[in-house]
């Protein structure tokens, strides 16, 4: 059975950092490209960052230079660094495997003063 795990959400206000963590199993973690993406009720599902498996990354231009994506093949574990945050990053943050519908349950971040 696969599992996407996601943690490490929650309410802070602008310029804060968290962290994102997105826990995996039941398939070979080390031989997936990784995405995360979010979504805000109502709109549509948005692509955030990807790792390749040779950990070669890629992020939507409003996170760049803001968000880190990160991988460890040991843990099967995803990560998303994410600093000066934004009313816009807002939203639901999902991982999963690239190219492949299903997703975790997600975990809220909520930016506000």
């Known amino acids: 059975e696969v599992r996407l795990v996601e943690s490490g959400g929650g309410l802070v206000q602008p310029g804060s950092s968290l962290t994102l963590t997105c826990e995996t199993s039941?398939?070979?973690?080390?031989?997936?490209?990784m995405t995360w993406v979010r979504q805000v009720p109502g709109k549509a599902l948005e692509w955030v960052a990807t790792i390749s498996t040779s950990t070669y990354t890629t992020y939507t231009d409003s996170v760049k230079g803001r968000f880190t994506i990160s991988r460890d093949n040991v843990k099967n574990t995803l990560y998303l660094q994410m600093r000066g945050l934004k009313s816009d990053d807002t939203a639901m943050y999902y991982c999963?495997?690239?190219?492949?519908?299903?997703r975790g349950q997600g975990t809220q971040v909520t930016v506000s003063s």
């Open positions: 039941g398939f070979a973690f080390k031989s997936y490209t």
């Open positions: 999963k495997r690239h190219a492949v519908t299903e």
